[in-house]
């Protein structure tokens, strides 16, 4: 157990990776963010209904490539959209347009995947 505790020090010396927004501006980010009509839609019952379908459907697997990892913890399941919805709500309600993916596929490759296309 020697080993781990000289990491400690190195550790600490790492600068995070992610700047984060003092409180008061982190909340007029979500203000903001919040106002798109679209995001009260993931608020509803009807959306809580459909992600349940779709994980239930999906068998609370991971379908992204190369991973299928099953998950009982449905937190850590994502509905997410195939074709990004952009305040389309077509694209939005439609089930044939989402998939279950795990969180950590849906918040690093998934996500990466949407920037390149973006950008």
């Known amino acids: ?5 000289a990491l400690t020090p190195r550790l600490r ?3 995070p990776r992610l700047a984060s927004l003092p409180p008061g501006d982190r909340q007029a980010f979500d203000r903001d963010r919040d106002r798109q009509p679209w995001r009260r839609w993931y608020k509803t019952a009807r959306w809580q209904r459909l992600r349940w379908a779709v994980l ?3 068998l609370f697997t991971c379908r992204w490539p190369g991973c299928g990892r099953v998950i009982a913890d449905t937190s850590e399941l994502v509905a997410d959209h195939v074709v990004p919805h952009r305040g389309d709500p077509a694209l939005f309600w439609d089930a044939g347009n989402l998939q279950c993916l795990c969180k950590a596929c849906h918040d690093g490759p998934k996500a990466r995947a949407e920037a390149r296309a973006a950008g």
Do not use: N, P, Y
């Not at 157990?1 to 505790?5: F, H, N, S, V």
């Open 13 to 15: 010396g790492l600068a």
């Open 1 to 5: 157990m020697g080993k781990l505790k």
């Open 56 to 58: 239930v459907r999906d």
